[in-house]
């Protein structure tokens, strides 16, 4: 069973500013790019899925709406992987420790000759 600790609080604070930044609007991976074609310019969200590039189209009015969804997404990103971090630090801090075994160690040479592999060159 895991104590609440440092450590807890510490993973506690991490989850609450990812669940208020969530609380703030709507999160979404990807690169806002703008696209001139002719005269007119319009606004394309691109990621990618499986290798390849999913483009979607982004209204001229959403832009800077958008951009606040790809800045919360990248936030939410950077709070998860400490929220990670916080979860590796708690389980290695509950992980019973190995005991060190104070035993002869044994050398290659007082074990004898190696047996010979049967998958070797024919001779």
Do not use: F
Not at 15 to 40: D, N
Not at 65 to 83: D, F, M, P, Q, S
């Amino acid at each position: 069973m895991i104590k609440k600790t440092r450590k807890t609080a510490a993973y506690r604070r991490v989850a609450s500013r990812l669940k208020r930044l969530l609380g703030e609007g709507q999160v979404i991976e990807g690169s806002l790019s703008r696209v001139t074609a002719g005269s007119a310019a319009h606004w394309h969200l691109t990621r990618k899925v499986n290798g390849r590039t999913q483009t979607l189209y982004v209204p001229m009015s959403s832009v800077e709406e958008v951009r606040g969804w790809i800045r919360r997404w990248k936030e939410a990103k950077g709070l998860l992987k400490e929220l990670g971090d916080c979860s590796r630090s708690i389980l290695a801090s509950s992980a019973p420790r190995k005991a060190a075994t104070g035993g002869s160690t044994s050398s290659s040479s007082s074990a004898g000759p190696r047996p010979r592999s049967r998958t070797g060159r024919k001779r």
